[in-house]
């Protein structure tokens, strides 16, 4: 019903940039608007590792990091396109990596005041950092 999907992940050489997007719609004629979005997030996820948190942002709205990445990552939205960003700078082959689009939807039901909240995950964008 509701999807994300990410963009703009490819190799990128060492000390490179680049910038990660993902954007929610649904698969239906429902429409899909920031007040539906709880939570945002990016993850990722190495070869042969688990999928981590890289950056998220929170109910209240503000922006938190794993500390190792503070600094060289940022995390940007834009509700009026139910979009997120992520920036990426001075890239290491350490940042190899799927990246994952996360999303916590908030979503009326047929019950007055009710509402119902699932997760949703994107397909992942790769992020390839060589020479």
């Known amino acids: 019903q509701v999807r994300v999907v990410e ?14 997007s993902c954007v ?8 899909v608007s920031s007040d ?24 209240d709205g503000t922006a938190r990091y794993v500390d190792s990445l503070k600094g060289r990552f940022a995390i940007s939205r834009d509700d009026d396109k139910n979009m997120i960003y992520l920036q990426m700078t ?3 082959p350490d940042d190899n990596a799927i990246y994952y689009c996360n999303a916590m939807i908030k979503w009326a039901t047929n019950l007055e005041g009710a509402y119902r909240y699932f997760e949703v995950w994107g397909q992942g964008t790769r992020v ?3 020479p």
């Open 24 to 31: 929610a719609s649904t698969t239906s004629d429902n429409i």
């Open 90 to 92: 001075s890239l290491t």
């Open 128 to 130: 390839t950092v060589s």
């Open 36 to 59: 539906n979005i709880v939570t945002w997030a990016w993850y990722r996820q190495a070869p042969g590792q688990a999928r981590g948190l890289v950056a998220r942002f929170a109910e």
């Open 7 to 20: 963009s703009g992940g490819g190799l990128v050489q060492p000390g490179g940039s680049l910038r990660l």
